[in-house]
Nanobody, 120 residues
């Protein structure tokens, strides 16, 4: 069982920045960041495969940067130029197979989530 622990959420004004961190108990071939806003379905924000290829949802391209340390067990989500519509609970997730990073994402493990609130 892979354990994931996120940190770094908080409240900022529109245009501000936050950095989320996630520490995994072991390496997996796919890691990702998801978010769920009130009343909306959870969506994948960024995916990092074992080849360190990164893919983003269109709404965050150019504003968010996902990265993974070389050890593979710590990942980050740098969020810049935040907008009120970015307000959500953000989850770190992992999949044993790199195929988990395909499409909308199929994850095996989830963190507890961290709240990000962006005010206008």
């Amino acid at each position: 069982q892979v354990q994931l622990v996120e940190s770094g959420g908080g409240s900022v004004q529109a245009g501000g920045s936050l950095r989320l961190s996630c520490v995994a108990s072991e390496y997996t071939n796919c890691v990702a960041w998801f978010r769920q806003a009130p009343g909306k379905e959870r969506e994948g924000v960024a995916f990092i495969s074992n080849a360190y290829e990164t893919r983003y949802v269109d709404s965050v391209k150019g504003r968010f940067t996902a990265s993974r340390e070389i050890t593979g067990t710590t990942l980050y989500l740098e969020m810049n130029n935040l907008k009120p519509e970015d307000t959500a609970i953000y989850y770190c997730a992992a999949a044993k197979s790199s195929r988990g990073c395909l499409g909308s994402g199929t994850m095996d493990y989830w963190g507890q989530g961290t709240q990000v609130t962006v005010s206008s």
